[in-house]
């Protein structure tokens, strides 16, 4: 009896791997195009001045799908994903206002600064800070975790995952 008890077998041990959105947003090549607003954006027009000197005139909405999450100025940065219609004509699926999502940001139990290049610094000591930031065709990569950004305005900013929505504040 106590011999079948060493035999028995214990299973293997798991291997944690990454979470599925990170993986998509990892083995996905990025389609946001980056540039600044140049001075013809309108109510539904972001004009967009890339790296490379090249103007896109993307069609925007106002409200849901295709809105500037940030809003838009004239010399913002911006993360634009998007594509041409059936005329031919440049419309915005996703765009997101870098100038505006720069800052700190709070919530109860987050503290953060979102800087250029990249960096975050978590101001709350926890488990697994925050350290890197990115967008990807339109999402945005806080370290290991993908985000949709639901909304984003000069003083709050709401991220949603699988998970649910995530609100902070921005601290001034």
Known sequence: MGLAGCNEKKPAPQLIS??????LIESTPDSTVYGVCG???AMHTLELITA???TINYSVNIEGSGMVK???MVGDRMAVVGHKDADGAWRADEAINLTTLLGK???IDKSFEI??????VSTVTEPKP?????????QLVLSADTFSVYELGGDSLYLENSKG???FKRLK
């Open 115 to 120: 800087q250029e290049g990249g960096v975050v």
């Open 52 to 54: 490379e000197g090249d």
């Open 165 to 167: 929505i995530y609100t």
């Open 130 to 138: 925050l350290t890197e930031w990115k967008i990807c065709n339109g």
């Open 39 to 41: 001075e013809g954006c």
């Open 18 to 23: 990454p979470t599925v959105d990170s993986v």
């Open 70 to 72: 940030g809003g838009m």
């Open 105 to 107: 940001w709070t919530s």
